[in-house]
Nanobody, 115 residues
Framework: QVQLVESGGGLVQPGGSLRLSCAAS????????MGWYRQAPGKQRELVAT???????NYANSVKGRFTISGDSAKKTVNLQINNLNPEDTAVYFC?????????WGQGTQVTVSS
């Protein structure tokens, strides 16, 4: 089993920034992809960004240029720097990890963008 704990969500004004962090624990050996998904009210969960153990990143088109994912493949931590937030970014952000054919999810952290 892999446990994921997120931190860093909150309320921010449009144009502001946040940094989300996630740490994996448990059977973290062979976790080879980590990342972030988000789910807005009334919508399906969607990919935000992922990073492999080798540092290859993938972003949703809607966040390219504003979000930056980074991670420590040894410590199994992943961060998401979010800049220039807009109200459409309001969602619960979930940390994600993939290990040996199975996906794991954190409990989610709320990001609200509002003036």
């Amino acid at each position: 089993q892999v446990q994921l704990v997120e931190s860093g969500g909150g309320l921010v004004q449009p144009g502001g920034s946040l940094r989300l962090s996630c740490a994996a624990s448990g059977s973290i050996f062979s976790v080879n992809v980590m990342g972030w998904y988000r789910q807005a009210p009334g919508k399906q969960r969607e990919l935000v960004a992922t990073i492999t153990g080798g540092g290859i990143t993938n972003y949703a088109n809607s966040v390219k240029g504003r979000f930056t994912i980074s991670g420590d493949s040894a410590k199994k931590t992943v961060n998401l720097q979010i800049n220039n937030l807009n109200p459409e970014d309001t969602a619960v952000y979930f940390c994600y990890a993939y290990r040996i054919g199975r996906a794991y999810w954190g409990q989610g952290t709320q990001v609200t963008v509002s003036s």
